[in-house]
C-alpha cells in the first residue's frame, strides 16, 4: 500500500516510467523491421575470392511477406522430422512477433492443402488476383548453372543422415501443429504467394523452413524464383536445414552442411538474416551442432570455383 502522502505521486511516475521503458523495448506493430544482410562478394570482382559484406535493411512490415517452406509434421527421414520439431518453437515465436509488427504470414506446407480445405486462410491464397509473372514461375526451378556454382554438397542421395537410411516417400500430412496458424494468414503451395504478394504491394520476402538445398531454393515460392521476380529476398539461416548425409562429399558434419549452402545462397542469390535480429537473445542452434561459429574463410576449400562469367543477385 503506498501512503497518502507527498511520496506517492512519485512512486507512481516511478512506476509509469518504468513501463514506458519496458514497453519502448518492444517495437511498435508498423515499426520499420532494421536487419543485419549478410552476403559475400568477390573481392575484387571476378577474382574468386569471397569477403563476408553485411548491410543495414530497414523495411516496412506492410511490404514484407514472411514465407514459410515445407515444415511439414512428417518427413519420410526420422533425423529431418526431428529437426524440424526442434525448430519449430523458435519459428513460431518468430513468425509471431512479425505479424504482430504487420508481416503477412504465409505458410507453404507444399502437397498438404487437402488438410487446409475452406479455412480462410487458404481461400484469402486462392482469392488473390491473378497477376502475370516474368519469367513465368514454374512448380520446381533446378540449380541455374548460367547463374550458381554446383551445390558444395553432395545430396545425390537424398541427404538421410541417419544409420541405419530411411526409407524414402511422402508421409506428410500437414504443416507441424506447432507453428500457429492465425487470422490474416495465408496457406499455399504455388503461384498464389507471388499474386498475394502482388496484391498488397510487398516487395520484401522473408524465407524460412525446409529444406535448404532443395525447396527453400526451388519452390514456387521461394529463393529462386522470388528473386528472379525482383522480389528482395532474405533467408533466415538459422531456420533452416539441409537434407545432408555428411558421408557425403564435402564430409562435413551435417550442420556445417547447412552453413555451407547458406553461403551458397549468400554467394549466389540472396542475402541472410538469424532471427534473434526480430526475437533478441541468441540466433537458434540445433542441440546437437555443438562446433563453435563458422567462418566462411575456414570452409571456402568446399567450394568449387563458380562457371565463368557468373553474375550475383542485385542487392536488396
Ligand atoms: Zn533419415
Same mark, same amino acid.
Given at each position: 500500500m503506498i501512503p497518502n502522502t507527498p511520496f506517492r505521486l512519485p512512486v507512481?511516475?516511478?512506476?509509469?516510467?518504468?513501463?514506458?521503458?519496458?514497453?519502448?523495448?518492444?517495437?511498435?506493430?508498423?515499426?520499420?523491421?532494421?536487419?543485419?544482410?549478410?552476403?559475400?562478394?568477390?573481392?575484387?570482382?571476378?577474382?574468386?575470392?569471397?569477403?563476408?559484406?553485411?548491410?543495414?535493411a530497414r523495411w516496412s512490415p506492410a511490404g514484407t511477406a514472411a514465407v514459410i517452406c515445407d515444415m511439414w509434421d512428417r518427413h519420410w527421414c526420422q533425423g529431418a522430422t526431428a529437426r524440424v520439431a526442434e525448430m519449430a518453437p523458435r519459428m513460431n515465436r518468430f513468425v509471431a512477433e512479425l505479424r504482430r509488427r504487420g508481416v503477412l504470414v504465409i505458410h507453404c506446407p507444399s502437397g498438404t492443402l487437402k488438410f487446409y480445405e475452406g479455412t480462410p486462410q487458404r481461400q484469402r491464397a486462392q482469392s488473390a488476383p491473378k497477376v502475370p509473372a516474368q519469367p513465368p514461375l514454374q512448380g520446381w526451378c533446378s540449380l541455374d548453372p548460367s547463374r550458381e556454382a554446383p551445390l558444395p554438397i553432395d545430396d545425390s542421395d537424398g541427404g538421410c543422415d541417419d544409420d541405419p537410411r530411411c526409407q524414402s516417400g511422402s508421409p506428410w500430412q500437414r504443416q507441424i501443429a506447432t507453428l500457429d496458424i492465425l487470422e490474416g494468414d495465408a496457406i499455399t503451395d504455388s503461384a498464389e504467394a507471388w499474386r498475394l504478394m502482388r496484391q498488397r504491394g510487398i516487395t520484401n520476402v522473408l524465407v524460412m523452413g525446409v529444406h535448404e538445398n532443395?525447396?527453400?531454393?526451388?519452390?514456387?515460392?521461394?529463393?529462386?524464383?522470388?528473386? $528472379?521476380?525482383?522480389?528482395?529476398?532474405?533467408?533466415? %539461416? =538459422?531456420?533452416? &536445414?539441409?537434407?545432408?548425409?555428411?558421408?557425403?562429399? /564435402?564430409?562435413?558434419?551435417?550442420?556445417?552442411?547447412?552453413?555451407?549452402?547458406?553461403?551458397?545462397?549468400?554467394?549466389?542469390?540472396?542475402?541472410?538474416?538469424?532471427?534473434?535480429?526480430?526475437?533478441?537473445?541468441?540466433?537458434? $542452434?540445433?542441440?546437437?551442432?555443438?562446433?563453435?561459429? %563458422? =567462418?566462411?574463410? &575456414?570452409?571456402?576449400?568446399?567450394?568449387?570455383?563458380? /562457371?565463368?562469367?557468373?553474375?550475383?543477385?542485385p542487392a536488396p
Open positions: 507512481l511516475l516511478g512506476v509509469g516510467f518504468w513501463l514506458a521503458s519496458a514497453l519502448a523495448g518492444r517495437p511498435q506493430s508498423g515499426a520499420p523491421l532494421v536487419l543485419t544482410l549478410r552476403s559475400l562478394e568477390q573481392d575484387p570482382s571476378g577474382s574468386g575470392r569471397w569477403k563476408t559484406v553485411e548491410r543495414q532443395m525447396c527453400v531454393l526451388g519452390r514456387p515460392f521461394s529463393i529462386r524464383q522470388m528473386v $528472379r521476380q525482383g522480389q528482395n529476398v532474405v533467408l533466415v %539461416r =538459422d531456420l533452416t &536445414d539441409t537434407m545432408y548425409n555428411s558421408r557425403k562429399r /564435402p564430409q562435413v558434419d551435417h550442420f556445417t552442411g547447412t552453413e555451407l549452402v547458406a553461403w551458397h545462397i549468400e554467394k549466389y542469390w540472396c542475402p541472410t538474416m538469424t532471427s534473434d535480429q526480430v526475437l533478441g537473445g541468441r540466433p537458434f $542452434r540445433f542441440a546437437a551442432d555443438t562446433k563453435p561459429p %563458422r =567462418d566462411y574463410a &575456414d570452409h571456402a576449400r568446399f567450394f568449387a570455383p563458380a /562457371p565463368p562469367g557468373v553474375r550475383r543477385a
